[in-house]
């Protein structure tokens, strides 16, 4: 039976008290532990992009016949446990991103099964001076929706050929926080990604973020599967006063506190970082996701 689906868009100053926010008809317990909300982040401004997303966010850069966040949005609507989508943006770019909700709702996309519902989420900054960084951003989402379920955590500007629903599954077999690793050669590549540590069982054993001398060639992508009881410990990262910027701030913190796995995913991931690296992707683009 076809359901209506319902989009929401929540707009607030960084600094205004979480409200309860209605989610679709999923507990707010988010079943315990059974269902997972997806959040992609797309707040940020993309100035190395600029002329590009002045008045466009990159998320919603097109890459072919769909814009990059579409091809993320389709890999997080393979896994049936998340039963809603959050994306938390500037209050520059909310509208867009609104608009861009509407065009997936309700939408048909396999079986007769609609396609998840989507929550924008405006954090209420404005530009590089006032943003909240992206383990601002997810707390900020976290207070707003109440989140006491599995969370899966993603950047929005990412492009990737690993599939989502393998992590998932190596997520739920481990039953611990997991964390995408795909192998790089290069080592200057390597200077400028996180790098794991991973024992033979995939337990995280060292976490480097940009290290001078990497001791593996396992490359940390920012795609995160948080289990329920970790939530809360986002906001203890925060109250100890460690930075709020680069989401993979929080696992390499989180790691020395309790157990933390890797995925080694097959594949690739692309991370479009100018506007020639962004018009080779264009160009390339069926070549490089396999299309």
């Given at each position: ?240 006063g460690n930075t709020p910027d680069a989401p993979g701030h929080f696992p390499s913190w989180l790691y020395t506190r309790k157990d933390v796995y890797v995925y080694r995913a097959p594949g690739t991931c692309i991370d479009i970082g100018t506007p020639e690296n962004y018009k080779d992707v264009c ?9």
């Amino acid at each position: 039976m076809l359901i209506s689906v319902k989009i929401v868009k929540i707009t607030s100053m960084p600094k205004r008290s979480a409200e309860c926010v209605p989610c679709f008809g999923v507990p707010q317990n988010g079943g315990k532990g059974i269902n997972m909300i997806a959040l992609i982040l797309a707040a940020g401004y993309a100035t190395r992009l600029y002329p590009l997303t002045i008045n466009t966010p990159k998320p919603l850069l097109p890459v072919g016949p769909k814009a990059m966040i579409d091809y993320i949005t389709d890999e997080i609507e393979t896994i049936p446990d998340v039963t809603r989508i959050a994306v938390v943006t500037n209050h520059r770019f909310a509208s867009h991103f609104d608009e861009w909700s509407k065009t997936r709702s309700g939408k048909d996309i396999a079986d007769g099964k609609l396609s998840t519902p989507i929550i924008v989420i405006d954090d209420g900054t404005t530009d590089d001076t006032n943003k909240l960084g992206a383990i601002g951003d997810i707390q900020f989402v976290i207070d707003k929706l109440s989140i006491d379920e599995d969370m899966m955590i993603i950047a929005g500007d990412n492009l990737f050929t690993y599939k989502l629903s393998d992590m998932y599954a190596f997520f739920k077999e481990k039953q611990h926080d997991t964390l995408i690793s795909v192998t790089v050669e290069d080592i200057d590549q390597l200077r400028k990604l996180a790098v794991a540590t991973i024992n033979e069982d995939g337990k995280v054993e060292a976490l480097a973020e940009k290290p001078k001398e990497p001791k593996s060639t396992d490359a940390v992508y920012a795609t995160y599967m948080y289990l329920r009881e970790t939530i809360p410990m986002i906001r203890q990262y925060l109250d100890e006063g460690n930075t709020p910027d680069a989401p993979g701030h929080f696992p390499s913190w989180l790691y020395t506190r309790k157990d933390v796995y890797v995925y080694r995913a097959p594949g690739t991931c692309i991370d479009i970082g100018t506007p020639e690296n962004y018009k080779d992707v264009c160009d390339n683009y069926q070549e490089i996701l396999g299309l």
